[in-house]
Structures are given as structure tokens and as C-alpha cells.
Nanobody, 115 residues
Framework: VQLQAFGGGLVQAGDSLRLSCTAS????????TGWFRQAPGKQRVLAAR???????TYADFVKGRFTISGDNAKNTVYLQMNSLKPEDTAVYYC??????????WGQGTQVTVSS
């Protein structure tokens, strides 16, 4: 599956952004999909994911602020990010994976939150 991520940008603390990850080649409904993020000089870490049956998981640092959702009709996964903080500044990468299959990455999208 090929993934394209959209929606990053420069915002102020407290603002919102919505990231989109659109798939081509296969339908996402059978995948676990999600978003990792990588801040400068730090490792890539999982922010949120949604399973093929709709179960969501969030990292503690985004709980209550970020919401992941999927639209099967559009073959797209979204990450709604509210109450953004400067520490949310990172490159955000979407991914998709199925059991026993290689993980697919989208290109990163930069999110910068100014204080």
C-alpha cells in the first residue's frame, strides 16, 4: 500500500491541525494504521493508531488532545490534533501494517507549534 500524508503546518500553541493519510493500491480497512512522530534529535515514537476493527490507542503525551479516525470510503486516516503544544513539534509519519506483512510508511509531514 502507498501512503500520502497531508496537513502539516506552522501553528501557534493552542491551535488545531488535522493530518490526513490517504492510501492507494489497497484498502486500509484491513490494516492497522496510525501516526508516529519524530522530533529533532529524538527517536520516532508512536502517537496514535487505529486497528482494522476500529480500536484506538494513544500515547500518553497525546491522550485527550488527539483523535485518530478512519474513513473507509475515502481510504484515509485522520489525526485531529487539538490544544497543540510546542513539544508536539515533529515530523509526523503515517503507517499501515497487516499481520505478517511489511509495514508501509507515508512521507513525513512537518508540524511546527510556536509558543
Amino acid at each position: 500500500v502507498q501512503l500520502q500524508a497531508f496537513g502539516g503546518g506552522l501553528v501557534q500553541a493552542g491551535d488545531s491541525l488535522r493530518l490526513s493519510c490517504t492510501a492507494s493500491g489497497r484498502t486500509l480497512s484491513s490494516y492497522t494504521t496510525g501516526w508516529f512522530r519524530q522530533a529533532p534529535g529524538k527517536q520516532r515514537v508512536l502517537a496514535a493508531r487505529i486497528s482494522s476493527i476500529g480500536t484506538t490507542t494513544y500515547a500518553d503525551f497525546v491522550k485527550g488532545r488527539f483523535t485518530i479516525s478512519g474513513d473507509n470510503a475515502k481510504n484515509t486516516v485522520y489525526l485531529q490534533m487539538n490544544s497543540l503544544k510546542p513539544e508536539d513539534t515533529a515530523v509526523y509519519y503515517c503507517y499501515a501494517v497487516r499481520p505478517f506483512k511489511p509495514l508501509s510508511w507515508g512521507q513525513g509531514t512537518q508540524v511546527t507549534v510556536s509558543s
